[in-house]
C-alpha cells in the first residue's frame, strides 16, 4: 500500500533523523531510531495517509501524545510529539487526506517536531523505513521550450569569371590579409 505524507507540502524528513541507527539527540548514545523526523511548526495539521481507523490516542512521557492508525491487519502508522491528544476517539475512521491531529513539542523532544513510524503491527519496535510506503505520483511534465527559429536559407554567392579572365581568389580571410599587407607595407 501506497501512503501520501501527512505533513504539507514544503516540509520534509529532516535528514539527520532517518530511519535507522543514529545517536540520539538526548542520551547522545547510539541509539535504533523507529521512525523519521519531520521539523514542523506547532499545530501544524497532519492528515491521515491512507484510510484507515483509529486504534490508539494517549499520551506517554518518551513520545508525549500519540496517535495510531491502523490502514491494514499488517500497516499501522504512529505519530508522536503532538500538541495535544487527537480530536478523534478510537475507533473512527478516516480517508486519505482527513485531518487527524496536530503537531507539536510533547514528551521527550529537542523542539517542535514529527516523529512518524510505520508498523507491521500495533506493537512497539515492529517497525520498518517509512519511507518506502511513501508514494508519489509520477507526474511527467514537459518542459516549455520555445522551438527553434528555422535558420534562414543562406544563398551561395558563386563569382563567375568573365569569359577570358581568371577565377577571381577572394574570401574573407584573403581579403583581411591583403588589406593587412598593405597597411603594413604603407607603415614602413
Known amino acids: 500500500m501506497r501512503l501520501v505524507q501527512p505533513w504539507p507540502e514544503g516540509y520534509s524528513i529532516n535528514p539527520g533523523s532517518p530511519y535507522g541507527w543514529r545517536v540520539h539527540p538526548i542520551t547522545r548514545k547510539k541509539k535504533f531510531h523507529h521512525g523519521v523526523d519531520v521539523a514542523l511548526p506547532i499545530g501544524t495539521v497532519l492528515t ?3 484510510a484507515g481507523e483509529i486504534v490508539h490516542h494517549g499520551s506517554g512521557a518518551s513520545g508525549g501524545f500519540t496517535l495510531i492508525v491502523r490502514h491494514a491487519d499488517d500497516l499501522f502508522t504512529v505519530y508522536y510529539h503532538l500538541a495535544k491528544s487527537s480530536h478523534l476517539p478510537k475507533g473512527t475512521k478516516v480517508k486519505r487526506g482527513d485531518p487527524i491531529a496536530l503537531s507539536g513539542n510533547s514528551g521527550a523532544s529537542t523542539g517542535p517536531h514529527l516523529h512518524w ?14 519511507v518506502g ?15 527553434e527559429p528555422e535558420p534562414e ?7 563567375k569569371p568573365e ?8 574570401s574573407p580571410s584573403a581579403a583581411l590579409a591583403r588589406g593587412f599587407n598593405r597597411i603594413r607595407r604603407a607603415v614602413r
Open 48 to 50: 491521515a495517509p491512507a
Open 117 to 130: 513510524e510505520v508498523r507491521r503491527s500495533r506493537k512497539w519496535g515492529d517497525t520498518v523505513d517509512p
Open 133 to 147: 510506503y511513501l508514494g508519489r505520483e509520477e507526474i511527467v511534465v514537459e518542459p516549455a521550450v520555445d522551438p
Open 163 to 170: 569569359p577570358g579572365r581568371p577565377k577571381p581568389n577572394w
Open 153 to 159: 536559407p543562406v544563398e551561395e554567392i558563386v563569382v
